[in-house]
């Protein structure tokens, strides 16, 4: 079992910025953010390998947010700027064993419990 604990998430105006951070009880091979709006689905944002560093993210997040993690901390960052009032949603950090960098929802293994965004006009 690995356990996943956000923390980070607040309340910001629009064109400002969030670090959003993840702690996790062991190394997973991928680690990913996931964000969802009310009466919307799961999005993936942004992965990344914990081995080899390599990345992905949303075409939503491209330039605005950037992942990265600390492997001797087991943690998981999410850099946001230039906030929107449509990046509003919870935000989850999510783990998996497999070596594919994805952002299927479906293709991760642990969750955390979330941290609420909220990004005011």
């Known amino acids: 079992q690995v356990q996943l604990v956000e923390s980070g998430g607040g309340s910001v105006q629009a064109g400002g910025s969030l670090r959003l951070s993840c702690a996790a009880s062991?190394?997973?091979?991928?680690m990913a953010w996931f964000r969802q709006a009310p009466g919307k689905g799961r999005e993936g944002i942004a992965g990344?390998?914990?081995?080899?560093?390599?990345?992905t993210y949303a075409d939503s997040a491209k330039g605005r947010f950037t992942i990265s993690r600390d492997n001797t901390q087991n943690t998981l960052y999410l850099q946001m700027s230039s906030l929107e009032p449509e990046d509003t949603a919870i935000y989850y950090c999510?783990?998996?064993?497999?070596?594919?960098?994805?952002?299927?929802?479906?293709?991760?293994?642990?969750w955390g419990q979330g941290t609420q965004v909220t990004v005011s006009s």
């Open positions: 062991r190394r997973t091979n991928v």
């Open positions: 990344i390998s914990t081995s080899d560093s390599g990345t």
């Open positions: 999510a783990a998996r064993w497999g070596l594919y960098l994805t952002l299927q929802p479906d293709d991760y293994d642990y």
